[in-house]
Structures are given as C-alpha cells and as structure tokens.
C-alpha cells in the first residue's frame, strides 16, 4: 500500500484513522501527537532538567530518543536518564539501558533496589510470593525515582506511557469501582516531581514502530513475576473490543480528562495521603510498604 500523504510504500496502518503511513510519516505523527501534549500541559519550559525513566525496553527509550532530537538544538533544557534495577536474576541485563543513554550521549544515573533498600526484588518475590511482587515493585520503584529526581534537581520525569497504557488504567478503574483513581488522577500539588507521558496519546505498536526505526538491542524480556490477571482480562477485552471499534481507547482516555475537567473542584475534596498526597483514606498502601521494607519487616 502507499502513504496517503506521500505515496511512498506506507509501514503502518492506522485502523482510527483510515490512513496509511510510510516511513517518515510514521515518524512525524508520533512526533506531531508527542508535542502536542507537551504544549498542551506544558510539560516543558526553560531551564527544565527532564530525566526519563529508562527501563530500556522500547517505550521509554523511544521517549529519550524523542527527547534528544526535540531538544537538540536547546541550551536551556537539560535531559538525562533514571535506570533502576530491580534485582531480578535473568530479567534483562542492568547494562542494556546505559547502553541506550550512551548511544544517544545522555547521561545515564543508575540506581538499584539493592543499593536503595538493602533488598532485591527476587528476595521480597521469595519472601512474601509471587502474588505480591509487582506491588511492592511498583512501589519501590516510584520511591527510588522521588528520591533520585529530588538528589539531582530534576524538574519533570518523563514516563513512556503510551495510549493503550492509559485506557487499560481507566478501564481497569471503572470495573473495580475505583473512580476516585480517575477524578484525583491529575491532582494538584499530588507529587514534588511532576510526571509527564509525551506518549499518552500513541498507540502502544506505533512507540515500538517508532523505536525500531531509530534504535536498536531494547530489552523485550518480560518480567517473571508480572501476575496480575484481572488486568490481563482488562487488556484482552480491550484489545478485542478496539478491533471492532478502532477509536475506543482514545474514548476511554478522554474520559478521564473530561472527569477531570468537570470533576476538578471535587478532586481535592478526596482524602489523601499525608506523605505522599496519593488518594486514599488515611495512610496509602505504597507508604505502608516503604515503610515496611525501610524497617526491614520484609
């Protein structure tokens, strides 16, 4: 097939769009839909030192990539790279997004849970099983990153979520009856660092496409604990359902910007958090955790 703006031999098909795309026009796209909600939030502006969490799996080293070209031409603009690892043995190599961040000449600051905590993921996954392992994962992570961006006078962390991301969130909140999730999502003052998603408007294989133009050796491991049925149910029904109607994940993320727009004054009426202002009635699950393995209680 042919590009529907160029016709030149079209890479990509759009099923929301209706419109194929060939190599340079894939390229702009993702670029075009990434500024525009840069500008839209204003997620950039001068004198902004912007790290991006560097997992080195596709997302997010599209995102530094994007970052690099976006800026390259800035003085008043710092980037750079956050890599954790978790301490998962077989799981991907530790090295592969310093390699990444090296390629793209980014300065990379790695940080581990072994070194933040004094535990790897693979000791808590042992300790308190399988079930529970992304939890405390996710949990530590976002501890390691407020710490770290805060140590190294980062402005905005930028996070490779991508579209399909966001309406699984949604999706996933409506059916456990979680709405406060949604309302309070973009809460005012909820983080010292606020977190950025250039991405959140991109389809998750229009990223990839877009990183397998410009990148090569991404991690595409999976990680072995990831367990969490009721969200794979969330994602299969999802996927199938866009199938049929190829603008639903766009609906769904839209939902939550207009609850968050309608919803705005009652946003800060939901409980929160005292230390980490996540919604939630007295203290949340993540600081419970944080200060569980702080103390050792793993």
Known sequence: ????????????????SGQHLCKQH????????????????????????????????????ALLYFFKKLTSNRRDIRISAITIDEGIAGYRDP???????????????????????GITADEFAHQKGTGLSCTYCRVIKNSLL????????????????????GAVSVLKNILQGTTERLVGFERTGRRKIPRIR?????PQK???????????????????YKNDPFQGDVQTILND??????????????????????????ADLIPSCEQCGEPTDGECPGCRIIGEVTAGGT
Request: glycine share 8%; net charge positive.
């Open 198 to 202: 250039p991405f959140i408007s991109i």
């Open 26 to 61: 894939v390229e702009a796209d993702v670029e075009a839909k990434a500024k525009y909600e840069i500008r839209r939030h204003r997620w950039m502006i001068p004198g902004d030192h912007i790290a991006v969490a560097l997992s080195g799996g596709k997302n997010s080293s």
């Open 146 to 165: 407020n710490r770290i961006t805060g140590e190294h006078g980062v402005t905005r962390l930028a996070l490779g979520h991508t579209l399909d991301d």
């Open 241 to 266: 359902y866009t199938t049929r109607h190829p603008a639903t994940k766009y609906a769904l993320t839209n939902l939550r910007k207009n609850l968050t727009g309608v919803c705005g004054s009652i």
């Open 206 to 224: 229009e990223v990839a496409l877009y990183a397998d133009l410009h990148l090569k050796g991404c991690n595409q491991s999976c990680c072995p």
């Open 95 to 117: 090295g592969c997004a310093m390699r990444i961040a090296h390629a793209l000449d980014i300065e990379c600051i790695p940080v581990s849970f072994l070194e933040g905590f």
């Open 1 to 16: 097939m042919q590009c529907n703006k160029c016709r030149r031999e079209a890479i990509l098909f759009q099923e929301y």
